[in-house]
């Protein structure tokens, strides 16, 4: 994928957000896996800008977590140990349950036509078995979620749904075993958002996160 031109933009500021969109895709994707090293003479030739904005766009990206500096090396994209997992999902559940309440509070009306059809996909998933498109679903219904809350704040914290489930998440996440009753727990939080129950939502809504954690921790002690 090519990026405009700098002379084609009417701004620096446009072109350092639009590098550090497509980095930002490739490493949710996959393209650039935790660890790998971004060196910055191949990604200027690869996406057609001065080094310049691509350093900004690298500076970003390490202010959302995604990259982290490796001294003379340059960047890498962040890796994740379990400690630094743990504490990630720990404020996945803040967050989580806040636009859970958030979404019931403020959109129960809307919650089955906007969350439903990304559950039915996600639950499409488990048979035959497909852990992307299961991954895919599974961020696709948190951000749903965020996006029922309508609140501009909560929604700025947003990236690290995605970070934890397409970056930092291990297999032990990505599983047969954790991901029905995951998509099961999904069902709850939908019914207690369309229920117009904040309390609920909030409850079942950290309940699932911390279901998460648990496997986390376990699969630490196994080790």
């Given at each position: 994928m090519m990026v405009e031109q700098e002379s084609a933009l009417p701004a620096r500021t446009k072109l350092v957000d639009e590098v550090a969109r497509v980095l930002r895709q490739r490493i949710y994707g996959g393209v650039y896996p935790p660890g790998e090293l971004l060196r910055q003479v191949q990604l200027s030739q690869d996406l057609n800008v001065s080094r310049t904005p691509l350093r900004e766009a690298l500076r970003l990206l390490q202010s959302e977590g995604l990259v982290a500096a490796e001294g003379a090396r340059g960047v890498s994209v962040a890796r994740a140990d379990r400690g630094r997992l743990i504490n990630a999902y720990s404020l996945r559940e803040m967050l989580d349950g806040l636009a859970a309440r958030q979404a019931a509070e403020k959109n129960p009306g809307r919650a089955?036509?906007?969350?439903?059809?990304?559950?039915?996909?996600?639950?499409?998933?488990l048979s035959p078995w497909s852990p992307a498109d299961y991954v895919r679903f599974n961020v696709d219904f948190h951000m749903?979620?965020?996006?029922?809350?309508?609140?501009?704040?909560?929604?700025?914290?947003?990236?690290?749904?995605?970070?934890?489930?397409?970056?930092?998440?291990?297999?032990?996440?990505?599983?047969?075993?954790?991901?029905?009753?995951?998509?099961?727990?999904?069902?709850?939080?939908?019914?207690?958002?369309?229920?117009?129950?904040?309390?609920?939502?909030?409850?079942?809504?950290?309940?699932?996160?911390r279901a998460t954690i648990e496997c986390l921790k376990a699969d630490h002690r196994e080790r």
């Open positions: 089955r036509e906007r969350l439903e059809p990304l559950l039915e996909q996600q639950f499409a998933t749903a979620v965020i996006e029922l809350a309508e609140n501009e704040f909560l929604a700025a914290q947003a990236a690290v749904v995605r970070l934890t489930a397409t970056v930092f998440a291990p297999s032990v996440l990505v599983c047969s075993e954790r991901a029905r009753p995951a998509v099961d727990e999904h069902r709850l939080v939908l019914e207690a958002i369309a229920s117009g129950d904040g309390d609920a939502a909030e409850r079942v809504s950290r309940a699932h996160i």
